[in-house]
Nanobody
Framework: QEQLVESGGGLVQAGGSLRLSCATS????????MNWFRQAPGKEREFVAA????????YYADSVKGRFAISRNSAKNTASLQMNSLKPEDTAVYYC???????????????WGKGTQVTVSS
């Protein structure tokens, strides 16, 4: 069974940084676009960032543009999300997801990780 496993979440003060990683199989990594979503308590899961299977194109939600950076490491089959200048409103469970197309809707994803908690204190 294909799996996505997130790591790197934690507690950080506002203005700080965290780096999330998503490990997966070579089959998924070499075929699918890798995405990050997040879900805050009481809110719907929302798109954060995506990167193409070749690593050449990255897309971001307006709320994180300029602060977050998505990347992928082909040698390790991992996708990462570098999060800088974190704000309390970034607090959420962050999920890694893999989808074949460019649609960033949650229903367009084929695989999901279990999520990692990010908490930003003010």
């Amino acid at each position: 069974q294909e799996q996505l496993v997130e790591s790197g979440g934690g507690l950080v003060q506002a203005g700080g940084s965290l780096r999330l990683s998503c490990a997966t199989s070579g089959h998924i990594f070499g075929t699918y676009r890798m995405n990050w979503f997040r879900q805050a308590p009481g809110k719907e899961r929302e798109f954060v960032a995506a990167i193409g299977w070749s690593g050449g194109s990255a897309y971001y939600a307006d709320s994180v543009k300029g602060r977050f950076a998505i990347s992928r490491n082909s040698a390790k089959n991992t996708a990462s999300l570098q999060m800088n200048s974190l704000k309390p409103e970034d607090t959420a469970v962050y999920y890694c997801a893999a989808g074949r197309g460019t649609d960033t809707s949650t229903y367009a994803m084929d695989y999901w990780g279990k999520g990692t908690q990010v908490t930003v204190s003010s």
